[in-house]
C-alpha cells in the first residue's frame, strides 16, 4: 500500500456520501420514510469516517520526535478504529432504534416518488465509489482473494472504504426494498423492517472492522512475502550464515521495524563485523524498501547447548 493510503477512494466516497445525504433528508422530510432518515443518518456517518480517515492520513506523515521517536504511522490505525466506533453508534444503533419505532408506530409513505428517486440516485453515486475503491484496491492486492485482502492490508483505509462502500450499496437495496414493500401493501411496517435490516448490517460491518483494526493496533507482523525477501537478503552465506531468531513489526502501514540475532564468523573482528551489519542492512532495505528501522546483533551460532560436565 502505498503512502497516499488510498486517498482518491477516500475523496470519491466523501464526495458521493455528502451528495447523497443531502438528498436522503430531503427525501426523508418529504415521504415521512423511516428507512430514508437512517439512509441519510447513514451517509452522515459514512462521510465523517471518511474525514477521519483523510485525517488520520495527514497526521500520520508527521516526523518523529523525542516523544515518539519511531514516528506517528500507527494514526492511521487509530483513525481506523474510530471509523468502526462512529459506524456502530451513529449509524448501526441510530438505525436499529429507527426501525423499531417506525414497527411500532407504523405510518404510510408520503409522496413516493421521493425516496424512490433518491435511493436509485444513491445506489448510482455509491457504484461509482464503490467502483473506484476496488480500481484502487485491485492495484494493491496482487493475487490475494477480496477476503484475504481485508484480512492481511497493512493500510486500513481501503479495506475501511470498501466495505463501508459495499455496505452502503446493500443498506440502499434494503431501504429501496423496504418502501417499495410498504407502497404494495399499504403497510408502513415493511419501511421499519427495512430500516431495521440497515441496523443489522451496519452494526455487522462496524465490528468486522473493529476486529481487524484492533489487529493493527496491537501490533502485526510484516506479511509472509515480506519476512521470506528481508529473511533470503539477510544471509549471505558468506559473513552472516544464518538467522538465528527474527522478529518484524509495523510501526504503521508503510514502516516495518526488523529486529534479528544474526549468526557471524567466530573469528570476525569487531570492524569486519560492522561491515557485516551495514551490507546486510543495505540489502534488506533493498529487498524491502519499507524495512525502515533495522536492529541486527551479531551472535555465534551454536547448534546445541554446551553439555553440563558431571563429577563422580
Given at each position: 500500500?502505498?503512502?497516499?493510503?488510498?486517498?482518491?477512494?477516500?475523496?470519491?466516497?466523501?464526495?458521493?456520501?455528502?451528495?447523497?445525504?443531502?438528498?436522503?433528508?430531503?427525501?426523508?422530510?418529504?415521504?415521512?420514510?423511516?428507512?430514508?432518515?437512517?439512509?441519510?443518518?447513514?451517509?452522515?456517518a459514512d462521510s465523517g469516517n471518511q474525514a477521519l480517515l483523510l485525517l488520520g492520513g495527514k497526521r500520520a506523515k508527521r516526523a518523529a520526535s523525542e516523544e515518539h521517536p519511531f514516528g506517528y504511522g500507527r494514526e492511521r490505525y487509530i483513525y481506523a478504529f474510530l471509523v468502526s466506533i462512529v459506524l456502530f453508534t451513529v449509524g448501526?444503533?441510530?438505525?436499529?432504534?429507527?426501525?423499531?419505532?417506525?414497527?411500532?408506530?407504523?405510518?404510510?409513505?408520503?409522496?413516493?416518488?421521493?425516496?424512490?428517486?433518491?435511493?436509485?440516485?444513491?445506489?448510482?453515486?455509491?457504484?461509482f465509489s464503490f467502483r473506484t475503491a476496488i480500481k484502487e484496491s485491485n492495484e494493491v492486492r496482487g493475487g490475494q482473494s477480496w477476503l484475504q485482502f481485508v484480512?492481511?492490508?497493512?493500510?486500513?483505509?481501503?479495506?475501511?472504504?470498501?466495505?463501508?462502500?459495499?455496505?452502503?450499496?446493500?443498506?440502499?437495496?434494503?431501504?429501496?426494498?423496504?418502501?417499495?414493500?410498504?407502497l404494495a401493501t399499504g403497510d408502513g411496517v415493511w419501511d421499519g423492517i427495512g430500516t431495521l435490516c440497515i441496523g443489522?448490517?451496519?452494526?455487522?460491518?462496524?465490528?468486522?472492522?473493529?476486529?481487524?483494526?484492533?489487529?493493527?493496533?496491537?501490533?502485526e507482523a510484516g506479511s509472509k512475502e515480506s519476512v521470506a525477501r528481508i529473511r533470503a537478503a539477510m544471509v549471505d552465506g558468506d559473513r552472516v550464515t544464518r538467522i538465528i531468531h527474527?522478529?518484524?513489526?509495523?510501526?504503521?502501514?508503510?514502516?516495518?521495524?526488523?529486529?534479528?540475532?544474526?549468526?557471524?564468523?567466530?573469528?570476525d573482528d569487531a570492524a569486519t563485523i560492522a561491515r557485516t551489519i551495514d551490507e546486510a542492512e543495505t540489502r534488506i532495505r533493498t529487498a524491502e524498501p519499507i524495512a525502515r528501522v533495522i536492529y541486527l546483533e551479531p551472535d555465534i551460532y551454536r547448534e546445541q547447548p554446551a553439555a553440563a560436565t558431571t563429577t563422580d
Open positions: 500500500m502505498s503512502a497516499s493510503g488510498g486517498t482518491k477512494a477516500i475523496v470519491a466516497a466523501l464526495c458521493a456520501n455528502l451528495a447523497i445525504a443531502v438528498s436522503k433528508f430531503t427525501a426523508a422530510a418529504f415521504s415521512g420514510s423511516s428507512s430514508m432518515l437512517a439512509e441519510g443518518v447513514h451517509s452522515v448501526g444503533v441510530f438505525a436499529l432504534y429507527e426501525g423499531a419505532e417506525k414497527i411500532r408506530h407504523p405510518h404510510e409513505l408520503e409522496h413516493w416518488y421521493w425516496p424512490v428517486g433518491v435511493l436509485v440516485f444513491a445506489i448510482i453515486a455509491e457504484t484480512r492481511t492490508a497493512k493500510a486500513p483505509e481501503l479495506p475501511v472504504v470498501l466495505l463501508e462502500d459495499l455496505g452502503a450499496l446493500v443498506g440502499l437495496f434494503l431501504a429501496l426494498g423496504g418502501v417499495l414493500m410498504a443489522v448490517l451496519l452494526v455487522a460491518i462496524a465490528v468486522v472492522l473493529a476486529a481487524e483494526t484492533k489487529s493493527l493496533l496491537l501490533g527474527m522478529r518484524t513489526l509495523h510501526l504503521g502501514p508503510d514502516e516495518l521495524l526488523v529486529a534479528a540475532k544474526i549468526a557471524v564468523r567466530h573469528d
